[in-house]
């Protein structure tokens, strides 16, 4: 089962430009803690790229490389790091703020997180209610903002001498809206920047201007932005590989590798009731019920995916699914998530699975962040453009082609990724079969 | 990737015997709900053979056939129950006992309950000490014993009109014991079933009559039974498959679900404190520190062949790993668990999950006992022979060849489920790589 | 301290109407509940008139009468239900629809059920938005609608051969509203009736109606009702007892627990996150959002009296409190709450505690309503008059003097009772002294 | 209900020499947290004496003084911590080693508790299996060890010009011993002392010293130490108070919380399973069986006499209670509990509550041993001697006098200890009774 075709890889050489619109909590999160390991202050836990191994042949061969050994993933060493902020701290600053790492480890740092001073940002006080920043860019058109955009980024890259480039998300959540006519395509996409269409998000100019520069666009929250035919038609002339939506951390984290097991042993599930506190600015954005409308379909969407009611209509045709949000400033960044899971069994008896999630947002988004900006890189070094749905494990609320539904199974999506490296690398496919290890 | 070496699978006519050594709460569980089920009383939820589907081909040819469409499982209608037990109540007065199943329902199937009498049991108090049974064969050796059940394998049988049979031990957990020398080859063995060797546990004399006669024999408890190099000797001469050990249920089954998670994502873990509290007849046998023992074994391995502490020292070397069980009356068949689980994420900063799972032993553990019936004959009708490991996916403990380490990962299991039904019907393997969607 | 103010009271000779406007899950699982206790089929538990006893003298003097041989209680077999509704349903369909008990119990109990038959109820849709009754009294004004009321209890106690009447407000939340002018003095009130003012809700009218026939009302929801000057006023000038508000149940009798644990200790509180799910006819309604407005206002205020942030500003002046309630059907009448709550201890240090608390709305109402009815008979026999604070107990929002601040704290409110009791009683109060033991 | 018998209370002048043996973690908890507060570093949460008010007269009065502006409580300037350990640390090396305070907040006190150096302990490795000390004091007889404590005791006093002191046990559980003949009389006590009975355990050679000394003696561990008649009758003889056992932290304040409200409602009770991990030095000590008896039999003790099973037969007749401890390295001193609790209500009608504590151990005991110092102080100087039943408050195994049953109540135990300070102050005793504001 050696796949034949394996793809010729361009090494990761020079510098890499890691972009991110939003400097609040996530992305300084994960521009101290990549300083802190790169001085060996701290591990780089929960980050694939960079912890992760892979079985390769068979389980007695006793292969499993890091994958980074496998693939030729870019090094810490060769990030340099800027953003985009509705607030003009520098990631010191923002990071003293977000109150997610401890002080003492921050001041160690300072001197690097200090020299990253956000540019102006893209904002539209309509697409997040609750936020009001001042260090905003200022255009006549969405057309000219992109066109800033484009300029920070060659900028950016000039001055930090940088070969290549990746843009990630990282700021909040966008007030819901559905795909209307201007992002069909892309001229029509390209003609609302210029009429200033209020159907364009900030986001999608972001993700735009980095389309337009060749720089491929991840999306770390639940907005529309890169999900559009418009956007996604740019990527594939472009040539350049695109990713969202949504960071998959907490709940939703817990509820895809719960969800699976459930479908797995046939256990069947009369509800599921999600609630969620935390009291970071994230929740503070949440607390307006359109940004929570679009992490809400976000997050509602999981367990029909996973559960496929229609296959299944007797275990799964009823459920009722609930996923509720509260700002709750005692918790700060430590987001804590209850889960109350009524299940049926046996000739339909009923049993309950509780799960209380005392986790830390940023703390478990940052080396998702990582990991979605090190592959990201990894496909366009490949040759790999548009969607990017072997990254989906890392996702919320994947993208994935027309015509398919989205993969959203924990399990079934690792196994798309490493099987996606292996082939990257040229290595067998792993199918668990293994019944010759009990041939005679 | 098609395979060319699919096996003929004998078809599934003709009455099949399933056999269970005990008959207390979750044998008659299975028997009573499998009677409800052909009475359209209620659904067979939670097994895999009955309610499963499986994706073949792409994910666009929505093809998703019902596992027993895409092989040839034995019918609910072709089985015929029977089983010894060390108590003379009948499965109706046992099922009534053990307050699993709402009276209602059993009194609905008296009739067909009451007609399932044990036989008399092979039993020893040494090996089991908080039960003290008086419906028990009397011989002056083991191996006399054992005939004795060949003997009654033969006859229920031949009463009940049966082709085929299979065993299932769902009798109480033994004593821990390790293997020694007599259970390193048949001779040994059966020179030891001659000479009453105290080694040689009452579950072992079950299963050595079982493979005698050809019959498939599968162990739903932790007890070393069939995971012996005599044993298995047996089981590969006679050409029999044979699987263990002990249910994957309640906690275990939750841990083997969210530790693969952990892995996944690189989460490190600094400790797991799992409790149990359950107040049936099984609850009782485990009060006592020498069948504890047995189920501590069979609990505490999992983590670490999940983990691979070896692989990834910095992530899970260090962690610790506490399992109890109390005997509870109040919860009785409701067992209940609890797991505190300390992980930690990027930069090593702690989280905490916490999992209380209310469940019910029985109502989970009975149809998982069905599908290791139904897939182990289905084995048989393949000729197949030995080790299932194939089937690790129902049990807590699986039994593995010599030199591998056993797949506790519930999602890698389910894989190897899968193709290997896949591979069974002659079907593509999948591998969830799927590039292909995204080509132009 | 032997109190010498000893109060006269009637015996309790003759029958009890107990009329409830609302023959819910509440009302319902108390009529069958009185009824299945009269049959010696279960037990009153949870009933503290029924079950409850109260230490008298020294400790050592081992006096512990029950409560009913201390102060004269009405018996069980001396009631008489009767209700109104918005729907036709007799106490046996309604019962049966809310799914509290089980069947089988309510079958046995159908003939007196079944003779529970609903008068025809006073609704103004306005005031409840999501329930849509038929069952319904029409009449031009507000006051004619009240006397109507007054017809129905004249009537019921006739035809019931009934001495004493009852009425307990068991019907649905009504929509938040403030006292206005209207409420402000019994002529405003009466004329508003007349005049149909909007301000005057549905459970007014019966309030007025109750008084105006010298019936001792209770309030069993969080709605204004007998909370205005006005209706006290007509209280005291008929000499009847009245008391509120809102049956103390699930989360808010834990938290009226936890709480004055936390001030006992001097632990400082940081927030309390609750959330609540339930699945009846309550739950539905409070998914309106002016309906849970008054419900949040009855259970927020409880932290504030209880912890006296104005004494303690360290400890309790900035705490976040939070309560959600949602509606999810698959919990039905199984209401379960969750709290999160973060506690500070000595020099500031953080801790938590969470609670889940599995309860059933209708079985921890149904003793505390038929304790309330029976203690305000009792009252009503003492001569007191107006608001009985030492009820305080049942209620989540009790009703008290002007001038006064409520008293939340569970175990004060117990004392309360207790000492009330004994005063009635004649018997000496009890104030924990207890240094007489330890003299020589 | 004025009390006319206010005792004379000797005012706190000078210093109180606060003598704790054990210098572990709620020791060095307790030394730091008071230089913490004394330097304004922190607050002294969840101290009573320090930070708790008390309701005088009438509620509409608001007269609610600091408790310590009621009675003369000791200033915390005036306190001289000292102690034994056998282990040779001084109270910075300890607290550091402990790891319950942040090390920051030690730092800033390292002078004051590096010059608390502990004096040689009394250890006998009988009574505490898991710890192997080294500092320790030797003599031919126990009587011997005794007088050397109380050269000990002198030697601190004069050293630190105290006036008076008290005695405190902070060290670990003693393994569990019933009352011999030794401990019936003072006489037969002194003999076994000279005699090195067995039966004397290390805590009442320290107990005897403190009390021969004139010292009051508190008892922070369950051991049945000051519990026997011998050192009864010294104390008496001495007049000197004393009071233990065990101080009521983390699960059984919770359960003594819990408890009272289930009887003050009248829910019956089927069971009650509660959990503990820990990871602190109490924790090691605590998996010896033999030191985990001593705290099983505290722990068992306190549903039975809050819920008095004779009393209430139908509810408390018949329930299970289970108390398990395990030690848990990943938790430290941040003990978890886990509480489930089956409960019964409404015809009995089941339900659940389950709640878990994050706590952590010492933070939880360090202001309760502050005011057990300071009350027993307070009653030295108001002439009260022997057994301080008033205390119960803060004790999981209240000693009382000899025919009383123990009052384990939190609430009870706090009207006991809040009305014996008014009595103490020649205040009014509380009643709750209230009527008085209701009249006309």
Partial sequence: ??????????????????????????????????????????????????????????????????????????????????????????????????????????????????????????????????????HVKKAPTKRELGEQLRADIRRFMKDNGCDRAVMLWCASTEVYIEPSAVHGDLASFEKGLQDND?????????????????????????????????????????????????????????????????????????????????????????????????????????????????????????FDHKVTIHYYPPRRDNKEGWDAIDIKGWLGYPMQIKVNFQCRDSILAAPVALDIALFIDLAARSGMKGIQEWMSFFFKSPQHAEGLYPEHDLFIQQTKLKNTLRHLAGEELVTHLGLDYYED
Same sequence: chains 1, 2, 3, 4.
């Avoid at 490389?65 to 870019?74: C, D, G, Q, R």
């Fill in 1 to 134: 089962m050696k796949p034949t075709n394996k793809p010729t890889i361009a090494p990761a050489k020079g510098r890499l430009a890691l972009l991110t619109p939003g400097m609040g909590a996530v992305a300084t999160t994960l521009f101290a803690g990549v300083e802190a390991v790169k001085r060996g202050l701290a591990e780089p836990i929960g980050s694939v790229t960079q912890m992760g191994r892979i079985r390769l042949g068979k389980r007695n061969e006793n292969r499993s490389p890091l994958i980074k050994e496998l693939v030729p993933i870019a090094a810490l060493e060769d990030i340099r790091f800027g953003g985009w902020d509705v607030f003009p701290d520098d990631a010191y600053a923002s990071a003293t703020h977000a109150q997610v790492l401890e002080q003492d480890l921050l001041d160690q740092l300072k001197e690097p997180l200090q020299a990253i001073k956000p540019m102006e940002a893209v904002f539209a006080p309509e697409y997040v209610k609750r936020l009001h920043g001042t």
């Fill in 198 to 318: 209020p159907a364009i998000a900030p986001s999608m100019i972001y993700a735009w201007a980095a389309l337009k520069e060749g720089v491929p666009f991840a999306n770390g929250a639940p907005n529309l932005t890169i999900d559009t035919p418009a956007l996604l038609q740019l990527a594939k002339e472009q040539g350049v590989p695109v990713m969202g939506k949504d960071f998959k951390t907490g709940q939703t984290l817990m509820k895809t590798t719960i969800a699976p097991m459930l479908k797995a042993r046939m256990l069947g599930l009369e509800g599921w009731f999600s609630t969620n506190i935390l009291g970071n600015r994230d929740g503070e954005v949440l607390d307006d019920p359109g940004s929570f409308k679009t992490k809400e379909v976000s997050k509602l969407s999981v367990l029909e995916h996973i559960l496929q009611p229609k296959l299944y209509p007797e275990l799964y045709g009823h």
